[in-house]
């Protein structure tokens, strides 16, 4: 049964969904792979493998025993043939382990269905499968599925919006994996003893609804809340309120309004570890972009170089000015396309000049725009003065630490003010100084 979503201001985007009802296909395992050993918030992986080394796919090439890690694991069969250090697609300097693949994909002894009859073998398996937020956050799936205030959780959200332009990969991960998300949704909610599951999915995704709600129509304690068609509903402050009315302000943790979100593909990559044994070892993602000869939605193993895939893809049909790791709104610039595709990433997006091109920033008009569109009730016009001043005090009154990075200040602004990145500037300089208000 769908809900009734309450709503928080947001803007009006272009869609351009051009992969739309695309099935995701399968790229052909590449030539070599580099796998960072840091995909995630917190720290980072030690290579458990030599140069050298024969690996297969599933197997074990990195772990930490920090708390906050989640280990990676080969993604094709084939020998080490370097550490590399270097700048990763997260800007993050760090190792990554070169493997030459032998295209036979041989699967790791390893690879077995984990036993799991109670919370903490639940929790054990969602760390060894290597899942983190596959939204883009990163953040290892198991610390989230275990918070330090359990007895006051009682539902989870799965994230299927996919509001930022150009990306529909999660869209067709729904359609295509409805019944294993549902399963998995199932699992969570019994392990981690939670009452409630709510799908919240964007309204320009109909059939997603409708499969879903089809699915879920008796499973008492699982619903589907059909979201506005606004951009950013995907934003995790603004999903939950739209779900359930709560408000999480800067400095919280869903769990502390009682609420798990997890985007739709980190649940149905669970289930598949559930089901399989395999690790996280590939991605889905869409590649599109006024320079992609031919978009499409892909699944790749983990490491694999974006050029490959943009190859994979026709190759580029003009110059690339701004290849974008994510969407338009929320995505990273990379240098080039020499990166690697990491866990938390879910598109790639090449632009020639007449996209990337920003015309030149004018002064303020004072007209009220970025203050009519920000979800968060933030005044970006007053944050970005504050900021020019350095003057702490006033972004801390203003509340600079609730921004969410989401994007619609800019993109409205007709000054062309790049609001958005000055308040992740204003938010390091309040963190430099020690306030976290
Ligand atoms: S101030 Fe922050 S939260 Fe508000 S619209 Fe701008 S980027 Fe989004
Ligand atoms: S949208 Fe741009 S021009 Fe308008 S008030 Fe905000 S910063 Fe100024």
Same mark, same amino acid.
């Given at each position: ?14 869609? &351009?969904?051009? *992969? ?7 790229? +052909? ?15 980072? &992986?030690? +290579? ?26 080969? @993604? #094709? ?18 190792? @990554?382990?070169?493997? *030459? ?14 036993? #799991? ?10 760390? @060894?499968? =290597?899942? /983190? ?26 994230? =299927? ?13 729904? %359609? ?12 969570? !909610? ?12 964007? =309204? ?16 008492? $304690?699982?619903?589907? &809340? ?11 402050? #603004? ?13 919280? %943790? ?30 889905? %993602? ?13 699944? /790749? ?32 610039? !990379? ?23 920003? $015309? ?7 007209? =009220?725009?970025? #203050? ?30 609730? &921004? ?34």
């Amino acid at each position: 049964m769908s809900s009734v979503s309450k709503h928080l201001k947001g803007i009006h985007v272009d869609h &351009c969904k051009n *992969t739309a009802g695309q099935p995701i296909v399968q790229m +052909p395992v590449p030539e070599k792979v580099y796998i960072p050993m840091v995909q995630h918030i917190g720290a980072p &992986c030690q +290579p458990t493998v030599a140069v050298g080394d024969h690996v297969k796919v599933g197997q074990l090439i990195g772990d930490n025993t920090a708390p906050m890690c989640a280990p990676i694991h080969s @993604s #094709v069969s084939g020998e080490v043939t370097a550490l590399v250090k270097g700048m990763t697609a997260q800007g993050i300097v760090d190792t @990554s382990i070169e493997i *030459t693949t032998d295209g036979k994909q041989e699967v790791a002894e390893t690879v077995v269905p984990p036993t #799991v009859g109670n919370k903490e073998e639940f929790l054990a398996a969602v760390r @060894s499968c =290597g899942l /983190v937020g596959l939204g883009g956050a990163a953040f290892p799936t198991h610390i989230k599925y275990n918070p330090r205030n359990p007895e006051q959780v009682d539902t989870l959200i799965l994230n =299927g919006a996919e509001c930022e332009p150009y990306i529909t990969v999660d869209h067709m991960t729904m %359609l295509e994996h409805a019944e294993e998300i549902v399963e998995g949704t199932k699992n969570i !909610l019994k392990y981690l003893n939670l009452k409630q599951a709510i799908i919240g999915i964007e =309204g320009n995704k109909p059939d997603a609804i409708a499969k879903f709600n089809e699915l879920v129509k008796n499973e008492p $304690n699982i619903s589907v &809340c059909e979201l506005l068609q606004q951009y950013p509903q995907g934003a995790e402050r #603004v999903l939950i309120y739209e779900c359930t009315g709560k408000h999480l302000i800067a400095g919280k %943790l869903p769990a502390d309004v009682g609420v798990i979100v997890s985007n739709v593909t980190t649940v149905l990559k669970l289930q598949q570890f559930l089901d399989s044994g395999m690790p996280l070892v590939s991605k889905s %993602l869409t590649v599109d972009g006024n320079v992609v000869k031919e978009p499409k939605n892909v699944e /790749v193993p983990i490491g694999t170089p974006i050029i490959d895939i943009i190859e994979f893809c026709g190759g580029y049909t003009g110059e690339p000015k701004k290849i974008l790791m994510g969407g338009p709104m929320m995505g990273r610039a !990379l240098p080039d396309d020499g990166k690697c595709i990491i866990k938390g990433n879910n598109a790639i997006l090449a632009f020639d000049a007449t996209f990337a091109n920003m $015309n030149p920033e004018t002064a303020c008009i004072n007209c =009220g725009r970025c #203050v009519k569109a920000c979800p968060m009730n933030l005044m970006p016009t007053a944050l970005f003065k504050a900021f020019e001043r350095k003057d702490v005090d006033t972004l801390k009154k203003y509340h600079v630490m609730s &921004c969410m990075d989401c994007g619609c200040c800019t993109y409205v602004c007709p000054a062309r003010k790049q609001l958005s990145f000055i308040n992740k500037l204003g938010k390091s300089l309040v963190l430099a100084e020690g306030g976290k208000k």
